[in-house]
């Protein structure tokens, strides 16, 4: 049967297509020989701030790619912990080439360059104005303490900020500072009225939905699952019972026409000494000290374009959910299946150190469990960090990529089968390995015109390239074996972003540290 190739939907990216090759635009150093370093086409120092830990590279959010200023070359927007977003043409260094350098403190009501962006921009055209050019759609606030505001800005294509942004969440510790949305904002049409919606999940515990104006989609924030077993419950109204870290992915699950929300929660499920129907749900382990007793885990929430939840969901997990979730028709029958990872909370602060999450979810559109996904797919850590789909195989049909906390490299097709060569453990430009984080995930493209998708990520400080049979392209032992190596001068703590930003028909690999 022959099977039609296709473009396949992340919940925050978008597996690239075919072109012929990779050049870098970034601090990169490329050792293309074991005697020759290949400089990167250019490279910008961006602005930053001192991380929590110390030096300045400690950049989230992930590029994106666009073209903003109208002239029909993609541009490049990034957002900096600095609280900067920065638009630049593909000539990055040249004079002239930053569209704008946007600082949101002012906006926010906050001093200059103190504001923080951990949440990766989208970027669409919001409204249908302007001729179809783009919105910049970013969340802010801090991923570690409450210092910093938290929210959702829309700037327009020059860098202006947008009439009706930004949009703060709420100050659940009422110190002024609104809680942090992390989450990358998905851009779809919920209500079908030819404009787009904004769709975020923040710390406060709430999904948000928010029309191009800055109003809120009616029906949002949406209702906790919870409420329905706990009605007097008033913590549960127009919000969960736990933050969210995970990104939302938009689809149509339902066949109703309209797209849907899917999204990972940290909410847990109360055991049956709270009464109501527990659905025998049990914690299974010690909880970390102080926790409420008999409340665990985390979960999946799919709701519609109303808020309203869609049958069979939530999912329950022993885990927390901080993955984003990727949807795509896998198995080829008509309908859309959801993938995603776990999160880290239980395993790292329970005694007992369970492995509930040591695990990758396949399920149907409605909830089910996948056709050879029963119990998840078992891996060697948690995963925190967000699958990819793409054809890495050839086979003109996807596969599912995911990171693991051990370091590895997992990759299953539709039947749950691992892809030959998977799981493999991917090493840096100097030989060493690292774990697949929240927030990180992997861009996929076929850079060696071999038909088949390659999978590109960053590892400290290294970009890595991992071929579709699970063998490494990039050098792992400083160019030694010949094999090209891209490094940087600091850690890379997201996503790289890959397109042809100078129209020559060839891709160019784009990461950014506290330079780019």
Known sequence: MKHKQKQWALGGLVASMMLAIVALVAPIRAAITPEAMESPQWSRAIPSSACPSGGVNCHRASPALADVNNDGILDIIIATRAGHIVALRHDGSADGAVIFDVDIASAIGMAPNTAVIQSSPAVGDIDNNDGGRPEIVVGFGSDVGTGTKGGVIVLE????????????????????????????????????????????????????????????????????????????????????????????????????????????????NFDSRYGGNSGGWTCP???PAGWAPGYCGGSLYAVDYQGNLLPGFPKYYLEIIQSTPAIADLNEN???????????????????????????????????????WNGGKV????????????????????????????????AWNADG????????????????????????????????????????????????????????????????????????????????????????????????????
């Open 417 to 516: 089968s691992l892809v030959s060569g998977f799981p493999m453990i991917p090493k840096t430009y100097n030989g060493q390995t690292h774990n697949f984080d929240v927030g990180l995930s992997f861009v996929l493209g076929d850079i060696d015109n071999d038909n088949k998708q390659e999978i590109i990520f960053n590892m400290k400080s290294s970009v890595v390239i991992v071929d579709g049979n699970g063998q490494q392209l990039t050098t792992s032992n400083s160019g030694a074996d010949g094999k090209p190596g891209y490094t940087t001068g600091g850690w890379l703590v997201n996503t790289p972003a890959l397109g042809d930003v100078d129209d020559d028909g060839r891709l160019e690999l784009i990461v950014h540290d506290s330079t780019l």
């Open 379 to 410: 891996t060697n850590n948690t995963t925190p960090a967000s699958p990819a789909i793409g054809d890495i195989a050839g086979d003109n049909r996807p596969e599912l990529i995911m990171g693991d906390n051990s370091g590895r490299i997992f």
């Open 334 to 372: 008509g309908t859309p299946d959801i993938f995603h990872g776990t999160g880290t909370f239980y395993h790292v602060n329970s005694p007992d150190h369970p492995t509930y999450g040591f695990r990758v979810f396949g399920l149907n559109n409605n909830g089910t469990t996948l056709s050879g």
């Open 285 to 287: 382990y010690t909880l």
């Open 157 to 268: 294509h020059n860098g202006t900020v947008k009439n009706g942004w930004p949009r703060f969440t709420i100050d659940t510790h009422s110190n002024g500072n609104p809680k942090t949305v992390f989450s990358t904002p998905a851009i779809g049409d919920l209500d079908n009225d030819g404009d787009k919606e904004i769709v975020v999940g923040s710390f406060d515990k709430r999904i948000y939905a928010y029309h191009h104006n800055g109003s809120m989609v009616a029906g949002f924030p949406a209702d906790s699952a919870l409420l329905d077993r706990f009605p007097t419950w008033p913590n549960l109204v127009g919000k969960l019972a736990d933050s969210i870290w995970s990104s939302p992915a938009l689809a149509d699950l339902n066949g109703d026409g309209h797209l849907d929300i899917v999204i990972g929660t940290d909410e847990g």
